[in-house]
Protein backbone atom coordinates (compact mmCIF):
# COMPACT_ATOMS: atom_id res chain seq x y z
CA UNK A 1 0.00 0.00 0.00
CA UNK A 2 1.73 3.49 -0.86
CA UNK A 3 1.06 6.07 1.70
CA UNK A 4 1.78 9.67 0.38
CA UNK A 5 2.50 12.28 2.33
CA UNK A 6 3.08 16.23 1.06
CA UNK A 7 4.21 18.77 3.08
CA UNK A 8 3.42 21.55 1.01
CA UNK A 9 -0.19 21.46 0.54
CA UNK A 10 -0.28 25.27 -0.64
CA UNK A 11 0.33 25.68 -4.12
CA UNK A 12 -1.93 25.23 -7.24
CA UNK A 13 -0.89 21.76 -9.49
CA UNK A 14 -1.22 23.02 -12.99
CA UNK A 15 -0.65 20.08 -15.26
CA UNK A 16 0.65 21.49 -18.78
CA UNK A 17 1.32 18.24 -20.09
CA UNK A 18 1.13 14.51 -20.56
CA UNK A 19 3.82 11.96 -21.46
CA UNK A 20 3.58 8.54 -21.77
CA UNK A 21 6.89 6.24 -22.34
CA UNK A 22 8.49 2.79 -21.47
CA UNK A 23 9.12 2.09 -18.36
CA UNK A 24 11.34 -0.87 -19.53
CA UNK A 25 13.04 1.53 -22.16
CA UNK A 26 12.86 4.50 -20.14
CA UNK A 27 14.66 3.01 -17.27
CA UNK A 28 17.09 1.01 -19.14
CA UNK A 29 15.74 -2.58 -17.13
CA UNK A 30 16.81 -5.70 -18.29
CA UNK A 31 13.33 -7.02 -17.49
CA UNK A 32 9.25 -6.13 -17.37
CA UNK A 33 9.34 -3.67 -14.39
CA UNK A 34 8.31 -5.52 -11.33
CA UNK A 35 6.95 -2.84 -8.78
CA UNK A 36 6.05 -0.06 -11.15
CA UNK A 37 3.79 0.15 -14.55
CA UNK A 38 5.21 -1.32 -17.80
CA UNK A 39 3.79 2.39 -19.49
CA UNK A 40 4.26 5.36 -17.33
CA UNK A 41 2.08 8.45 -17.74
CA UNK A 42 3.71 11.67 -16.53
CA UNK A 43 2.38 14.95 -16.20
CA UNK A 44 4.48 17.71 -15.75
CA UNK A 45 3.96 21.16 -14.67
CA UNK A 46 5.31 24.55 -16.49
CA UNK A 47 8.33 24.26 -13.85
CA UNK A 48 8.69 20.60 -14.56
CA UNK A 49 11.95 19.42 -16.27
CA UNK A 50 10.34 17.70 -19.12
CA UNK A 51 11.42 14.00 -19.44
CA UNK A 52 13.11 12.83 -23.13
CA UNK A 53 11.02 10.45 -23.84
CA UNK A 54 12.17 10.35 -27.49
CA UNK A 55 15.82 10.69 -27.39
CA UNK A 56 16.31 8.65 -24.08
CA UNK A 57 20.23 9.27 -24.71
CA UNK A 58 19.87 12.94 -23.71
CA UNK A 59 17.36 12.25 -20.53
CA UNK A 60 19.25 12.30 -17.18
CA UNK A 61 17.63 9.71 -15.69
CA UNK A 62 17.01 7.16 -18.62
CA UNK A 63 20.96 7.99 -19.65
CA UNK A 64 22.41 8.59 -16.04
CA UNK A 65 20.30 7.67 -13.26
CA UNK A 66 18.37 4.77 -13.89
CA UNK A 67 22.08 2.80 -14.73
CA UNK A 68 23.83 4.56 -11.70
CA UNK A 69 20.91 2.89 -9.56
CA UNK A 70 21.83 -0.55 -10.76
CA UNK A 71 25.40 0.12 -10.71
CA UNK A 72 24.90 0.95 -7.15
CA UNK A 73 22.58 -2.35 -6.09
CA UNK A 74 24.94 -4.25 -7.66
CA UNK A 75 27.66 -2.96 -5.62
CA UNK A 76 25.87 -3.28 -2.60
CA UNK A 77 22.18 -4.97 -2.26
CA UNK A 78 19.31 -3.41 -1.24
CA UNK A 79 18.88 -4.42 2.00
CA UNK A 80 20.21 -1.00 3.62
CA UNK A 81 18.28 1.22 2.07
CA UNK A 82 15.20 2.01 3.75
CA UNK A 83 14.82 5.54 3.65
CA UNK A 84 15.94 6.64 0.04
CA UNK A 85 15.58 10.55 -0.99
CA UNK A 86 15.97 12.64 -4.66
CA UNK A 87 17.23 16.04 -4.47
CA UNK A 88 15.21 17.98 -7.55
CA UNK A 89 12.81 14.99 -8.64
CA UNK A 90 11.51 17.09 -11.63
CA UNK A 91 8.49 14.52 -12.98
CA UNK A 92 9.23 11.97 -10.22
CA UNK A 93 11.03 9.79 -12.71
CA UNK A 94 14.36 9.06 -10.93
CA UNK A 95 12.16 8.17 -7.48
CA UNK A 96 10.48 5.59 -10.13
CA UNK A 97 13.66 4.07 -10.79
CA UNK A 98 14.62 4.13 -7.14
CA UNK A 99 11.39 2.38 -6.38
CA UNK A 100 12.10 -0.55 -8.59
CA UNK A 101 15.91 -0.67 -8.54
CA UNK A 102 16.63 -0.10 -4.54
CA UNK A 103 13.40 -0.62 -3.22
CA UNK A 104 13.13 1.50 -0.24
CA UNK A 105 10.10 1.55 2.44
CA UNK A 106 10.25 5.33 2.62
CA UNK A 107 10.99 7.68 -0.94
CA UNK A 108 11.41 11.10 -0.17
CA UNK A 109 11.03 13.49 -3.30
CA UNK A 110 12.07 17.65 -3.19
CA UNK A 111 12.15 20.16 -5.89
CA UNK A 112 12.49 24.12 -5.43
CA UNK A 113 8.77 24.66 -6.84
CA UNK A 114 5.83 23.41 -5.02
CA UNK A 115 3.87 22.75 -7.57
CA UNK A 116 6.59 20.26 -8.97
CA UNK A 117 6.76 18.13 -6.01
CA UNK A 118 2.93 17.40 -5.86
CA UNK A 119 2.47 16.52 -9.44
CA UNK A 120 5.94 14.80 -8.76
CA UNK A 121 4.13 12.83 -5.89
CA UNK A 122 1.10 12.43 -7.95
CA UNK A 123 3.00 10.60 -10.58
CA UNK A 124 4.65 8.47 -8.06
CA UNK A 125 1.36 7.22 -7.19
CA UNK A 126 -0.13 7.10 -10.03
CA UNK A 127 2.64 4.73 -11.82
CA UNK A 128 3.44 2.09 -9.08
CA UNK A 129 1.82 -0.96 -8.83
CA UNK A 130 -0.83 -1.55 -6.29
CA UNK A 131 0.90 -4.31 -4.04
CA UNK A 132 4.16 -1.99 -3.46
CA UNK A 133 4.51 -1.14 -0.41
CA UNK A 134 6.35 2.76 0.40
CA UNK A 135 5.90 5.73 1.94
CA UNK A 136 6.44 8.84 0.23
CA UNK A 137 6.70 12.52 1.50
CA UNK A 138 7.73 15.62 -0.42
CA UNK A 139 8.77 18.68 0.24
CA UNK A 140 9.88 22.04 -1.92
CA UNK A 141 12.93 24.08 -1.03
CA UNK A 142 16.99 24.07 -2.10
CA UNK A 143 19.59 21.48 -2.09
CA UNK A 144 19.43 19.38 1.06
CA UNK A 145 16.57 22.10 3.10
CA UNK A 146 13.66 20.36 2.67
CA UNK A 147 15.38 17.34 4.25
CA UNK A 148 16.36 19.08 7.64
CA UNK A 149 13.56 18.03 10.44
CA UNK A 150 12.02 15.28 8.22
CA UNK A 151 12.01 11.62 9.42
CA UNK A 152 15.75 10.82 8.82
CA UNK A 153 18.01 9.75 8.81
CA UNK A 154 18.25 8.79 4.84
CA UNK A 155 20.40 5.54 3.73
CA UNK A 156 20.94 6.47 0.40
CA UNK A 157 20.15 10.26 -0.98
CA UNK A 158 20.42 11.31 -4.72
CA UNK A 159 21.28 14.83 -6.69
CA UNK A 160 21.42 15.62 -9.79
CA UNK A 161 22.25 19.47 -9.25
CA UNK A 162 22.12 22.51 -11.55
CA UNK A 163 25.51 23.96 -12.32
CA UNK A 164 25.15 27.12 -14.14
CA UNK A 165 24.11 30.39 -12.17
CA UNK A 166 20.60 31.74 -13.03
CA UNK A 167 21.12 35.14 -15.13
CA UNK A 168 20.07 37.96 -13.21
CA UNK A 169 17.71 39.05 -15.77
CA UNK A 170 15.76 35.90 -15.83
CA UNK A 171 13.38 34.91 -12.83
CA UNK A 172 13.06 31.20 -11.11
CA UNK A 173 9.14 31.30 -12.11
CA UNK A 174 9.84 31.78 -16.15
CA UNK A 175 9.43 28.13 -16.92
CA UNK A 176 12.01 25.67 -16.82
CA UNK A 177 15.01 26.63 -15.06
CA UNK A 178 16.37 23.27 -14.13
CA UNK A 179 19.61 23.78 -15.50
CA UNK A 180 20.92 26.71 -14.07
CA UNK A 181 20.41 28.04 -10.01
CA UNK A 182 20.54 31.10 -7.87
CA UNK A 183 24.06 32.24 -8.09
CA UNK A 184 23.36 35.04 -5.31
CA UNK A 185 22.04 32.43 -2.81
CA UNK A 186 25.01 30.64 -3.41
CA UNK A 187 28.19 31.81 -4.77
CA UNK A 188 30.85 32.95 -2.73
CA UNK A 189 30.51 30.07 -0.41
CA UNK A 190 33.01 27.41 -2.33
CA UNK A 191 36.68 27.30 -2.17
CA UNK A 192 37.48 29.23 -5.51
CA UNK A 193 39.06 26.29 -7.63
CA UNK A 194 35.14 24.71 -7.25
CA UNK A 195 33.85 28.10 -8.42
CA UNK A 196 35.54 27.86 -11.31
CA UNK A 197 35.04 24.19 -12.18
CA UNK A 198 30.90 25.07 -11.18
CA UNK A 199 30.41 22.75 -9.17
CA UNK A 200 29.61 25.46 -6.30
CA UNK A 201 26.40 23.02 -5.30
CA UNK A 202 27.72 19.72 -5.38
CA UNK A 203 29.97 21.50 -2.88
CA UNK A 204 27.10 23.51 -0.94
CA UNK A 205 25.10 19.94 -0.73
CA UNK A 206 27.46 17.62 -0.01
CA UNK A 207 28.61 19.69 3.41
CA UNK A 208 24.61 19.77 4.30
CA UNK A 209 23.80 16.49 3.66
CA UNK A 210 26.65 14.81 6.17
CA UNK A 211 24.02 15.59 8.51
CA UNK A 212 21.60 13.94 6.90
CA UNK A 213 22.93 10.23 6.77
CA UNK A 214 22.63 6.99 8.52
CA UNK A 215 25.71 5.48 10.10
CA UNK A 216 25.96 3.76 6.69
CA UNK A 217 24.37 6.21 4.32
CA UNK A 218 25.66 7.53 1.42
CA UNK A 219 25.64 10.00 -1.45
CA UNK A 220 25.14 9.67 -4.73
CA UNK A 221 25.95 12.53 -7.10
CA UNK A 222 25.65 12.85 -10.94
CA UNK A 223 27.60 15.48 -12.30
CA UNK A 224 28.31 16.54 -16.27
CA UNK A 225 32.14 15.75 -16.48
CA UNK A 226 32.63 18.58 -18.46
CA UNK A 227 35.96 19.32 -16.31
CA UNK A 228 38.56 16.60 -15.88
CA UNK A 229 37.80 14.03 -13.26
CA UNK A 230 40.60 14.79 -11.01
CA UNK A 231 38.32 18.01 -10.01
CA UNK A 232 35.18 16.52 -9.71
CA UNK A 233 37.44 13.96 -7.11
CA UNK A 234 38.82 17.25 -5.54
CA UNK A 235 35.38 18.49 -4.69
CA UNK A 236 34.66 15.54 -2.63
CA UNK A 237 37.75 15.68 -0.99
CA UNK A 238 37.31 19.44 -0.02
CA UNK A 239 33.84 18.43 1.33
CA UNK A 240 35.03 15.72 3.53
CA UNK A 241 34.31 12.58 1.79
CA UNK A 242 35.78 9.52 0.44
CA UNK A 243 34.05 8.83 -3.01
CA UNK A 244 34.13 6.18 -5.77
CA UNK A 245 33.02 5.74 -9.15
CA UNK A 246 29.61 4.23 -9.47
CA UNK A 247 29.17 5.07 -13.37
CA UNK A 248 31.14 6.49 -16.29
CA UNK A 249 29.00 7.37 -19.05
CA UNK A 250 28.09 10.13 -21.99
CA UNK A 251 24.75 11.87 -22.36
CA UNK A 252 23.53 13.75 -25.56
CA UNK A 253 23.44 17.42 -24.77
CA UNK A 254 19.73 18.74 -24.25
CA UNK A 255 18.98 22.19 -24.45
CA UNK A 256 21.85 22.81 -25.89
CA UNK A 257 21.49 26.60 -26.59
CA UNK A 258 20.49 27.42 -23.52
CA UNK A 259 23.27 24.75 -21.32
CA UNK A 260 26.52 25.35 -23.80
CA UNK A 261 25.47 29.06 -24.09
CA UNK A 262 25.28 29.37 -19.82
CA UNK A 263 28.80 27.51 -20.14
CA UNK A 264 30.11 29.67 -22.68
CA UNK A 265 29.32 32.62 -20.64
CA UNK A 266 30.85 31.06 -17.43
CA UNK A 267 33.70 30.51 -19.59
CA UNK A 268 34.38 33.91 -20.96
CA UNK A 269 34.47 35.30 -17.44
CA UNK A 270 37.52 32.60 -16.67
CA UNK A 271 35.94 29.80 -15.49
CA UNK A 272 36.54 26.22 -16.87
CA UNK A 273 36.99 25.51 -19.64
CA UNK A 274 34.39 23.14 -19.86
CA UNK A 275 34.39 20.33 -22.75
CA UNK A 276 31.98 18.95 -24.79
CA UNK A 277 32.72 16.16 -27.33
CA UNK A 278 30.91 15.05 -31.03
CA UNK A 279 28.48 12.33 -30.33
CA UNK A 280 30.28 9.77 -32.84
CA UNK A 281 33.27 10.48 -30.84
CA UNK A 282 31.86 9.88 -27.27
CA UNK A 283 29.79 6.56 -29.28
CA UNK A 284 33.11 4.72 -30.08
CA UNK A 285 34.47 5.81 -27.19
CA UNK A 286 31.94 4.04 -24.68
CA UNK A 287 31.41 1.53 -27.13
CA UNK A 288 31.71 -2.07 -24.94
CA UNK A 289 32.48 -0.34 -21.67
CA UNK A 290 31.00 -1.78 -18.68
CA UNK A 291 28.11 0.41 -16.79
CA UNK A 292 30.41 0.13 -13.66
CA UNK A 293 33.16 1.18 -15.14
CA UNK A 294 36.70 1.74 -12.77
CA UNK A 295 38.05 4.47 -12.51
CA UNK A 296 41.38 3.63 -14.40
CA UNK A 297 39.41 2.84 -17.59
CA UNK A 298 37.29 6.03 -16.94
CA UNK A 299 40.64 8.22 -16.90
CA UNK A 300 42.03 6.53 -20.09
CA UNK A 301 37.91 7.14 -21.89
CA UNK A 302 38.72 10.24 -20.63
CA UNK A 303 42.49 10.67 -22.00
CA UNK A 304 40.93 9.29 -25.25
CA UNK A 305 38.85 11.97 -25.77
CA UNK A 306 40.80 14.64 -25.76
CA UNK A 307 42.11 14.59 -29.11
CA UNK A 308 38.00 15.23 -29.84
CA UNK A 309 37.20 17.93 -27.20
CA UNK A 310 36.20 21.18 -27.77
CA UNK A 311 35.52 24.05 -25.22
CA UNK A 312 32.01 25.06 -24.78
CA UNK A 313 32.82 28.79 -26.66
CA UNK A 314 34.01 26.26 -29.49
CA UNK A 315 30.50 23.98 -29.31
CA UNK A 316 28.23 26.99 -29.17
CA UNK A 317 29.43 28.04 -32.66
CA UNK A 318 29.11 23.88 -33.50
CA UNK A 319 25.62 23.33 -32.65
CA UNK A 320 23.93 24.00 -35.76
CA UNK A 321 26.13 21.54 -37.91
CA UNK A 322 27.26 19.07 -34.76
CA UNK A 323 25.49 16.78 -32.54
CA UNK A 324 27.22 17.49 -28.97
CA UNK A 325 27.26 15.85 -25.81
CA UNK A 326 29.84 15.73 -22.51
CA UNK A 327 30.79 12.31 -20.69
CA UNK A 328 28.91 12.52 -16.78
CA UNK A 329 30.54 11.00 -13.59
CA UNK A 330 28.08 9.06 -10.84
CA UNK A 331 30.02 9.31 -7.58
CA UNK A 332 29.29 7.39 -4.33
CA UNK A 333 30.65 9.08 -1.18
CA UNK A 334 30.64 8.70 2.41
CA UNK A 335 31.63 11.45 4.75
CA UNK A 336 35.01 10.86 6.25
CA UNK A 337 35.60 10.48 9.97
CA UNK A 338 35.45 14.30 11.36
Not at 54 to 63: G, I, L, Q, T
Not at 169 to 183: K, N
Request: hydrophobic share 40%; charged share 20%; with cysteine.
Amino acid sequence: MLRAINNDTSGKIDTGQVVRTSAQQMLALASPPQRIRSELVMCLTEHTYQPKVDEPRSDWVAAVTAPALQSYAQRHGTDQIRTFATIGTGSGLDALAAVETVAPDKVFVTDLHKDVVAEAQANIVRNILPDTDVELVGASGDLASPLVGSDGPFDLIYENLPNIPLPAETSLDAGQTSSTFIAQEHTGRSPSHIQDSLLELHYQFLRQARALLADHGRVLCSIGARVPLEQIFETFAAAGYHAELVLYTWKLQSEADDVVGGYASAEQRGCGPFRYVPVDRLQDAFAGADASTEVHEAKAIEQSLLPHTVTSVEALGMLRTHQLGHTVAVIEASPLAA
